[in-house]
């Protein structure tokens, strides 16, 4: 019911925006809560940035402090990730997920809906 986009090769040290759209008459409500989760290969999938729906209150993961910057667009029903400042340790297959109940960060199970994911690859 979500699918991202705009992953893709790019520079370490450079930029990528990823997006999150809900499909098949999915809709972003506002007790949703919207988290990007990445997984490289042989590592845990991690929650890199989370928002509220309603408010847009914000979660960073300690890693991507003052790198990435996560928001939504209301009109377009559209959580964006902009990252920055990538580095190797960036790359992975980001997912979007969405917590309908809005009341956990952390516990993916919560997280009911989930897109394919989009890969980022760093070029040194």
């Known amino acids: 019911q979500m699918v991202e986009s705009g992953g893709g090769l790019v520079q370490a040290g450079g930029s990528l925006s990823l997006f999150c759209r809900p499909t098949?008459?999915?809709?972003?409500?506002?007790?949703?809560?919207i988290g990007w989760f990445r997984q490289a290969p042989g590592k845990e999938r991690e929650l890199v940035a989370a928002i509220t729906w309603r408010n847009a209150k914000k979660y960073y993961a300690d890693s991507v402090k003052g790198r990435f910057k996560i928001s939504r667009d209301a009109a377009e029903n559209t959580v964006i990730l902009q990252m920055s400042t990538l580095n190797a340790d960036d790359a992975a297959t980001y997912y979007c997920a969405c917590n309908p109940t809005g009341d956990s960060w952390f516990d993916r199970s919560k997280y009911d809906y989930w897109g394919q994911g989009t890969q980022v690859t760093l070029s040194s």
């Open positions: 098949g008459g999915f809709v972003f409500l506002a007790n949703y809560l």
